[in-house]
């Protein structure tokens, strides 16, 4: 859905603001706002004719959609960044998906800024021919929507229109933490109720999800009503520690432990319910100060160098199982696996397919940590040959229990099979019998599984009904 910009002036003329200029340079995001009080205020209006024009300007890359309307029917727009010339990467793979959102708190400008700039970084780099820009849009999709509660924002307050805190409103333990307006219900806000609906509909398959305020100079992770670590705690840690080692000094923690206990966020709800490694991303509270003519860039040069950290990395930011070798004897199966990626995953399944591609058979769980390998040998004793089978993986991206499944063949290329003492070649596929699966991991470390880790109880149908 698209808005025209002739229709926006007419409507809106008087509230748009004179943009402010940050800097002379070629390379300036220049910030749409005005002074108000103690912030540089961006309106819904001047938003929304700009990413209109990032549509017009850039619609090789640019798609924009309303993900639906704020409670004062206000277009909630997302800017979706991609090279739309190819549907996947240039192997064929599927692209990575990443998704961004802002302005949560009305009142919270550098947190709406930061989506703004995450957008208009690629955008520029687009344009200035940038290698690291043009290669993340290659294989890439960025969402973003930059101003969740734009009723809030253009009042000046935290809250939306009817004075609930929007990031307490979401369907993961719903008002069970000491907190103030959280709603009559979950989801009880349009701006809530959307923004899960966009969640479950459009990014489901992403790979990370960020969420922008400001407050504390600190990036949150789950969870925000315990004060335990997450299933995924070895992902977050390396991200943390590859963060704090190379780009900034940034605290990143658990935000029950790094801010205070908090239920029913965004955050925890992209996290328990749909699966996402999600990030807090706080920007200090020391917002725009009028009159100054700062640079966008500098003033948020190194929060932009972590979210470029993030979403160049987001490959990563699951467990990527890849096969070096299944090799088979008349008595046993033995799969050797490594994890490319860096988070965990604690219930892969080997799995036979017939020519049809019905599975046949499939072995015990097995666990492959965070950038190690595991080696699970199986009784393969009395199973008939057949040249039709196919073999493929089957296993969670994380340990959180509402991590999206995926399942991926195995390449022929690294099937073998001993017959006999004198026989080996590529492996002839038979009709499998549930076996007894015998593992031996090397070198793993045992995975912290917190005692709540059920959280993820509502699911994902759950959050679309609301």
């Known amino acids: 859905m698209r808005v025209a910009v002739s229709l926006v002036l007419c409507m809106l003329l008087a509230s748009i603001p004179t943009a402010i200029a940050q800097s002379d340079s070629d390379n300036e995001q220049t910030w749409p706002g005005e002074p108000i009080d103690s912030h540089v205020h961006m309106t819904w209006a001047a938003m929304t004719i700009e990413v209109n024009e990032w549509a017009d ?11 639906g309307e704020s409670e004062l029917g206000r277009a909630l727009w997302v800017v ?47 344009a200035e021919g940038n290698e690291e820009a043009i290669e993340v849009l290659k294989t890439t999709e960025v969402h973003v929507l930059i101003m969740l509660n734009p009723d809030g924002n253009d009042f000046d307050t935290r809250w939306n229109i009817n004075q609930v805190d929007l990031n307490r409103n979401y369907d993961h333990y719903w008002n069970t933490c000491p907190t103030t307006q959280p709603g009559s219900s979950a989801f009880s806000e349009a701006e809530t109720m959307y923004n899960s609906i966009y969640m479950n ?14 407050g504390v100079w600190i990036m ?22 590859d963060v704090n080692a190379n780009i900034s ?20 709800y992209g996290y328990g319910v749909m699966g996402l490694p999600t990030f807090t991303f706080e920007t200090d509270d020391e917002q725009f100060i009028p009159g100054s003519f700062e640079n966008l860039n500098d003033r948020l040069e190194e929060e932009m160098d972590v979210m470029r950290y993030l979403i160049n990395n987001v490959w990563y930011w699951r467990a990527r199982l890849d096969v070096r070798s299944l090799e088979i004897s008349s008595d046993t199966a033995t799969l050797e696996v490594v994890n490319d990626g860096q988070a965990s995953t604690a219930n892969a399944t080997l799995q036979y397919l017939d020519s049809t591609g019905e599975v046949l058979w499939t072995s015990e769980a097995f666990t492959v940590n965070a950038s190690n390998g595991t080696t699970v040998t199986m009784d393969t004793s009395d199973v008939p040959v057949s040249s039709s089978g196919k073999w493929q993986l089957y296993y969670q991206k994380r340990v959180i ?15 073998k099979t001993k017959l006999n003492d004198n026989a080996e ?31 993820e109880h509502i ?3 759950d959050a679309h009904d609301n």
């Open 459 to 461: 699911t994902r149908q």
């Open 401 to 415: 229990n509402a991590s999206t499944w995926v399942t991926e063949a195995i390449n022929s290329s690294v099937i």
């Open 220 to 241: 949150l992770y789950p969870w925000g009503k315990w004060a335990h670590q997450p299933a995924d705690w070895e992902l977050y840690w390396q991200i943390r520690d």
């Open 201 to 214: 509909e459009y990014v489901t398959e992403a790979d990370l999800y960020v969420t922008m305020h400001t």
């Open 57 to 67: 300007d850039y619609p090789e890359i640019v798609d924009l959609m309303s993900a």
């Open 425 to 455: 070649g590529l492996f002839g596929y038979g009709i499998f019998n549930p076996l007894t699966v015998i593992i031996s991991v090397i070198g793993l470390a045992t995975i912290l599984r917190p005692e709540d880790e059920e959280v």
């Open 80 to 126: 979706r960044l991609s090279d739309w010339s190819m549907d996947t990467k240039e192997d064929g793979s599927p692209k990575e998906i990443v998704y961004i959102d802002g302005g949560h708190h009305g009142n919270e400008y550098l947190g709406t800024a930061l989506a703004w700039l995450s957008a208009k970084w690629y955008i520029n780099g687009w």
């Open 249 to 268: 000094s940034i605290p990143i923690q658990n935000a029950n432990q790094g801010l205070y206990p908090n239920c029913g966020t965004s955050r925890d």
